[in-house]
Each structure stands twice: as structure tokens, then as C-alpha cells.
């Protein structure tokens, strides 16, 4: 079946230590993204890739990097620098925009990430 | 720019009862639309979208959706509430593509936490 895989499903954390999180999807999406959820506050935008070799920054960044060496996977690391790491982490993918494409997102199932 | 606002964090209704979630967009251009439904510790799953055709949109799971131009609303709706409908609701709102080189980037709104009781 098609679809997207994140791991691991929950996790945790000693501050000061970075921590990647999988996402790897084969779906055939050129895009990517990385959602942070928190409760009450909806999904905001860490990072998101077109291309392979290619990711801009969402709109809270800071404190995480990414990679895209291809295309079908698209892995987070939360860095030490993140004041506030702890949260629910979600991987999307979709085809990229134009022609027909309404920009539906496809989701995985989250990581949980609990700093101690 | 886009924003969407969800009335209502949570709601409250009994089994069996009218489901109605609302959702209101603002759009710099025509907009494409979406409701995601969350369970407890799972991602997404898309119950419906409106991309400019009808304005009145089925999803599943009985669900629809109407889109309301004039009121710039695309509320949520289910006659009959089910137990297994109990899960956090989002909106969403397709950002202008010319501004994002093409990626289909979403605006969610803050969510709504939908309770279902007996």
C-alpha cells in the first residue's frame, strides 16, 4: 500500500541531545514537509521540499534541520538549539502544484517527541 | 496572504445530533479548501475538500461541507453524530502558489475538538 512512514512513533529525549525523525513515503511525491503540532495551536510549518537537494525553511525553523539526499525520504533532526522540542511531529507529502493538483496533503502517523 | 479561523475549540454534541463545525478563510485568491480529521496519537486523513466545482462538497464518513463565498465560511457538517465521529477537526486553506514556488503549502486553522456523548 501507498502511503507515508514516520519513526519512531514515540520518543524521548535528554536535552542537549539532537534526535532525528524518519519520513519515508512511496506515494511518487516530488514534495515534502514537516508539521509541528501542539495542542491548541494547530499545525505550523518547519520545513518543506520540493526537489531532491532542495528544502526551505517554514515558518518556525529554528532549532531543526533537514536533509532530502532522495526523494522519498525527507528526515528531521531536532537540534539541542530547539528551546522546545517537545511535541507532536508530522510528515506530509504531496504532488507538487499545478495543473489539476488541488494540494492535498498526504500525512503519516506523527512522532511523538518528549524532551526529559 | 491566507488565514483561516476556526469558531470553537471545543464542541459537544450528543449522539445522533446535528454535527455543525464552522471555519471561515480569508484568500488573496480563489480558494481550495479542506477539512482533516485527527484521532488520539494518529496524522491526518483529508474528509473533503472543495477545489472550485460545486460548493457543496461530500466527504466521507457522511460528512459535507459547503462553501459560502459571500461569507467566506466553509462550515462542516453531519446530520447524525457516531460515537466513532469523536476526533479534533481541522480547516485549511491552500496558500497563493505564485508566492510559494509552487509548493502546496496549507494554512491550518487552531483545530476543533469534537465530543460525542450517549
Known amino acids: 500500500d501507498g502511503g507515508i512512514t514516520q519513526s519512531p512513533k514515540y520518543l524521548f529525549r535528554k536535552e542537549g541531545q539532537n534526535v532525528t525523525l524518519s519520513c519515508e513515503q512511496n506515494l511518487n511525491h516530488d514534495a515534502m514537509y514537516w508539521y509541528r503540532q501542539d495542542p491548541g495551536q494547530g499545525l505550523r510549518l518547519i520545513y518543506y521540499?520540493?526537489?531532491?537537494?532542495?528544502?526551505q525553511k517554514g515558518d518556525i525553523a529554528e532549532g531543526y534541520s533537514v536533509s532530502r539526499e532522495k526523494k522519498e525520504s525527507f528526515p528531521l533532526t531536532v537540534t539541542s538549539a530547539q528551546k522546545n522540542p517537545t511535541a507532536f511531529y508530522l510528515c506530509?507529502?504531496?504532488?507538487?502544484?499545478?495543473?489539476?493538483?488541488?494540494?492535498?496533503?498526504?500525512f503519516g502517523e506523527g512522532s511523538r517527541l518528549t524532551v526529559l | 496572504a491566507q488565514s483561516v479561523t476556526q469558531l470553537g475549540s471545543h464542541v459537544s454534541v450528543s449522539e445522533g445530533a446535528l454535527v455543525l463545525l464552522r471555519c471561515n478563510y480569508s484568500?488573496?485568491?480563489?480558494?481550495?479548501l479542506f477539512w482533516y480529521v485527527q484521532y488520539p496519537n494518529q496524522g491526518l486523513q483529508l474528509l473533503l475538500k472543495y477545489t472550485s466545482a460545486a460548493t457543496l462538497v461530500k466527504g466521507i464518513n457522511g460528512f459535507e461541507a459547503e462553501f459560502k463565498k459571500s461569507e467566506t465560511s466553509f462550515h462542516l457538517t453531519k446530520p447524525s453524530a457516531h460515537m466513532s465521529d469523536a476526533a479534533e477537526y481541522f480547516c485549511?486553506?491552500?496558500?497563493?502558489?505564485?508566492?510559494?514556488?509552487?509548493?502546496?503549502?496549507?494554512?491550518f486553522g487552531a483545530g476543533t475538538r469534537l465530543a460525542v456523548h450517549p
Open positions: 484568500s488573496s485568491v480563489p480558494p481550495y
Open positions: 485549511a486553506v491552500r496558500g497563493d502558489v505564485r508566492f510559494s514556488g509552487g509548493y502546496n503549502k496549507l494554512i
Open positions: 521540499s520540493q526537489i531532491v537537494n532542495d528544502f
Open positions: 506530509a507529502s504531496s504532488m507538487v502544484a499545478g495543473g489539476t493538483n488541488t494540494g492535498e496533503l498526504f
